[in-house]
């Protein structure tokens, strides 16, 4: 049994459930992404408090993925790239407004993800999937960008981030909360508070009931389901239920990751119940690394990786992986498999039975024989930061072909990527080219990026050789999207989504001000 705290939520979703099928023909899949989360936020990557005993349980039953990586050290691209199987390069979720310039979707943005990108929920749709998002959507939320216009069959959740609380009639409006394609209510209003001040809130609460009871629900025999289930309250301004309010020794943001960790109990728990468990896959990362410059007290921990979110270093990209699936998963699994959340797509369409899409650029490898047999292929991964490849990692070296945390402007007001840990020339004020003779690290031996090798030695030359050839190849085939993330405008904010006249919750649109968006890093 997973352990729990209080009542549990599980018992009450299964007076109300029927029996499920436990031996459908196809599997049921359940993506589980954190937001902010960084490697050293769990038990079982090193956490020294121990305070996600079912994460940490999860990965003991099932596979520990060591070199698991997000595609973008910010939200939105890295959202699009899971769901799409590409980097943001390619499905448009970057800006070239400036150079290297991290992007994302805040409620002024016009772009957002486009109708030729093929998701997983619409590849799914092709053997019958019932598909369900709960929680952050983060690829556009325009109505033609929501999540029911791109292959989800149902949604609880939002569409930007929870910042707030607005005014709501004057600057801002406060974010959406959607069931399905339309508003429900807003963020910092009625039961969808978060209280600044304690950082108490239910949001957490509803999107562990919301995936409870869509697991649960009666469906036609054998039709298989799957849940991305993108809670975030480790974010900043994190939050969690009253009940978790000062549970951890690590603070707020500990009572959030616990909250979440007995969620995933809650979840775990009901896949057991409904005899679900051997036929369902549950992945289990976050969307990129920690937020440093939100610490000590609204942020997590990257372990050993130099930085954190924002930031092409280690600890921007390098994240928690599990992969449970009993019976299928041998448990104890430990695999050093170069993977990404882009291999989400192409894993869940092998054990799908599912063809790819064939008349386009993926960036997704079935992570199918590395999870069941314990195979290793050797392959690149790549490093972006909006427009820019700024480095690779091939076997247990990283190239660095540009380095840059943030520019001084903002790090003499306080806003430090990577504070405690300034390597010198390496995490550098200013965007330096290295591309002729890029810095070198070995991963095995120096995690943390602290010593680089030395560009006279042999194995120097020999790994910038190999290396060299891989971005050589990816530059001369790679074809860019239109860029999704160059215009903002105050007219798109949420001022009156779907469903606002049935609330009376509509509010003045203002005249629209298109403009380029300024990413300062």
């Known amino acids: ?78 959202r699009a790239a899971l769901l799409s199987g590409r980097l943001p390069i390619r499905n448009g979720f970057y800006t070239d407004n400036a150079h290297a310039r991290n992007a ?21 749709q092709k053997a019958g999937y019932n598909s369900k998002i709960v929680g952050k959507w983060h690829l556009g939320h325009q109505p033609q960008f929501l999540p029911l216009k791109h292959g989800f069959d149902e949604w609880f959740g939002a569409p930007n981030c929870h910042f707030g609380p607005y005014n709501n009639n004057k600057t801002m409006p406060n974010i959406p909360v959607y069931r399905n394609d339309k508003m429900v209510g807003r963020y910092y209003e009625g039961a969808y508070n ?22 649960s629900k009666p469906r036609p025999k054998d039709q298989p389901f799957f849940l991305y289930w993108a809670p975030d309250s ?10 978790f309010l000062g549970s951890s020794r690590r603070g707020i943001y500990g009572d959030a990751v616990r909250e979440l960790d007995w969620g995933v109990g809650e979840l775990m728990l009901t896949l057991n119940s409904l005899n679900l468990s051997s036929n369902t896959l549950v992945l289990f ?19 050993p990786f130099l930085c954190g979110k924002e930031t092409t270093f280690e600890g ?36 799908a039975g599912l063809p790819l899409p064939s008349d386009r650029q993926l960036d997704s490898m079935s992570l199918r024989q590395a999870l069941t047999n314990g195979s290793e292929v050797k392959r690149p991964v790549y490093y972006y930061r909006g427009n820019e490849l700024m480095a690779v990692r091939y076997g247990l070296y990283k190239a660095h072909l540009w380095t840059w945390t943030n520019g001084m402007d903002e790090f003499n007001h306080g806003i430090n990527f990577c504070p405690g840990e300034e390597v010198e020339g390496v995490t550098t004020h200013n965007q330096t080219d290295h591309s002729s003779q890029p810095i070198i690290f070995h991963l095995g031996r120096d995690p943390g990026e602290k010593y680089p090798l030395g560009v006279r030695s042999a194995e120097y030359k020999a790994v910038w050789a190999d290396i060299q050839v891989i971005v050589d190849a990816h530059k001369k ?4 999207a239109k860029p999704q993330l160059n215009y903002c405008d105050n007219a798109v904010m949420n001022w009156a989504p779907p469903g606002c006249k049935e609330l009376n919750a509509c509010l003045p649109v203002p005249k629209s001000t298109l403009k380029k968006c300024v990413w300062p890093h």
């Open 1 to 78: 049994m997973y352990s729990g705290m209080g009542k549990s939520i599980s018992l009450v979703v299964l007076m109300f459930c029927v029996i499920m099928q436990a031996d459908a023909t196809l599997p049921n899949f359940i993506i589980m992404l954190m937001d902010d989360m960084g490697y050293g936020d769990l038990g079982v990557f090193g956490e020294p408090n121990k305070e996600t005993p079912n994460l940490d349980r999860m990965a003991r039953e099932g596979a520990l993925l060591t070199d698991f990586y997000t595609a973008n050290p910010l939200c939105s691209p890295s």
């Open 477 to 480: 085939g790679l074809k860019p």
């Open 285 to 303: 990362s976050s969307d990129n690394g920690a937020s440093l410059f939100s610490g000590p007290v609204q942020g997590g921990s990257n372990g």
């Open 316 to 351: 921007g990209l390098h994240e928690p992986g599990i992969a449970w699936w009993p019976g299928t998963i041998p448990s104890g699994t430990i695999s050093h498999q170069s993977a990404t959340v882009m291999d989400y797509m192409a894993t869940l369409a092998d054990f």
């Open 194 to 215: 978060i209280d600044r001040a304690t950082g108490e809130s239910n949001l957490t609460l509803f999107y562990i009931t919301e995936a409870l009871e869509f697991i």
């Open 234 to 243: 480790t974010h900043a301004p994190v939050y969690s239920s009253k009940k």
């Open 104 to 124: 994302y979707t805040p409620q002024d943005i016009v772009g957002g993800i486009q109708d030729d990108e093929i998701l997983i929920p619409e590849l799914l």
